[in-house]
């Protein structure tokens, strides 16, 4: 692993502008036309058990996938680190330096990355022919899942910008008073204490995963601990500011 340089963020540029807006009209693009060929391809009772089955599910994975990133940016690699540091690894470092700096970031921005981070996956599913006319059910349950679980995570940081600030959207308050997205008590715990409350949609896996420590075992795996304080890898922890 890299070893730790700098955090500071890079400066965003127009490339890097134009680059989200291309990502996030290519996800739109492609999460369009995979509804569009699921909605002509199956009957309605099969759609919509489809739906009812992929939504939940969609928002889980889309929840353990923000947790699974917002560990690793949080716990290695640099800002400076070839590709990832400027993508990945600087925002997540910000966030934790000036918590509420993601509030005033524009829409493209907050998008892009998670955008474009389902492009090849919604792609290569649109480019999966249908083997007959009519899609059977474990097909639309694959669809619709993807596409669940795509338009959480283009929603994530959305979702995750909103437990930081001051007024949220009404309808966005509505659905954190009732646990269905990440509201500013619960994601206070992860800036309280670093280790804990990674996931960033919907947080409904913090608390099997924090109880499981299951974040905590695989650092140690992936730095071979044999006991405390043993290391063959050191990872770049992300410095703390005032929270």
Not at 171 to 191: C, I, K, N, Y
């Amino acid at each position: 692993m890299a070893a730790q340089r700098s955090d500071s963020p890079p400066t965003r540029t127009p490339g890097a502008a134009l680059v989200d807006l291309a990502s996030v009209a290519a996800f739109a693009g492609l999460w369009l036309a995979l509804g569009v060929r699921l909605a002509r391809g199956g009957d309605t009772a099969t759609l919509l058990l489809a739906i009812a089955l992929a939504a939940p599910l969609g928002l889980v994975l889309a929840d353990l996938a923000s947790g699974v990133v917002h560990w690793l940016a949080d716990t290695w690699f640099d800002a400076a680190t070839p590709v990832v540091g400027r993508l990945v690894i600087a925002p997540f470092r910000e966030h934790h330096r000036a918590p509420d700096a993601i509030v005033r970031h524009g829409f493209l921005e907050v998008t892009g990355n998670n955008a474009l981070a389902c492009v090849p996956g919604l792609a290569a599913l649109l480019a999966w022919p249908l083997v007959e006319e009519r899609v059977d059910l474990w097909r639309a349950l694959l669809e619709a899942t993807a596409l669940a679980t795509a338009a959480a995570v283009g929603a994530t940081n959305h979702l995750h910008r909103w437990a930081h600030a001051t007024r949220a959207p009404r309808a966005v308050a509505w659905l954190q008073r009732r646990g269905l997205a990440l509201s500013p008590a619960r994601h206070a715990a992860h800036h309280v204490a670093a280790d804990r409350a990674y996931c960033v949609a919907t947080g409904w896996l913090n608390p099997l995963l924090d109880r499981s420590g299951l974040f905590p075992a695989l650092e140690r795996a992936l730095r071979g601990d044999r006991a405390p304080g043993q290391s063959r890898m050191r990872p770049a922890r992300a410095r703390r500011g005032p929270q």
